[in-house]
């Protein structure tokens, strides 16, 4: 089953947000194929980060709970709040994309 993390970042967090990047993107790598894409919200200016949105298969919601605790942005207190849903993949556009590179 396939469930998006929706995080959003507490105030003022991007310091630790950058400081702990590293160590997240290790995190997402050593998912696998757990993890089916991510990648950051930003501000309005695209380069800001605040927050992230992952999408990842698991088991259960518990399962997917799990992954979203085990990141180091949640272990830092990065974020203020971490929604996991339940997620259904309806449209795959992906492959155009790469078309129009």
């Not at 469930?3 to 105030?11: N, Q, V």
């Not at 400081?19 to 089916?36: F, I, N, V, W």
């Not at 997917?64 to 795959?92: H, N």
């Amino acid at each position: 089953m396939l469930f998006a993390l929706i995080c959003t970042d507490k105030p003022n967090a991007l310091a630790t947000r950058k400081a702990k990047r590293p160590e997240h993107l290790a995190y997402l790598q050593s998912l696998g194929d757990t993890l089916l894409f991510a990648g950051p919200f930003t501000e309005e200016d695209g380069e800001s980060m605040n927050g992230s949105l992952l999408v990842v298969e698991a088991p259960s919601i518990s399962a997917a709970r799990k992954i979203a605790a085990g990141d180091p942005f949640a272990k830092a207190d990065v974020f203020a709040t971490v929604d996991v849903r339940p997620w259904l993949w309806t449209i795959d556009n992906t492959n155009d994309m790469d078309e129009e590179e």
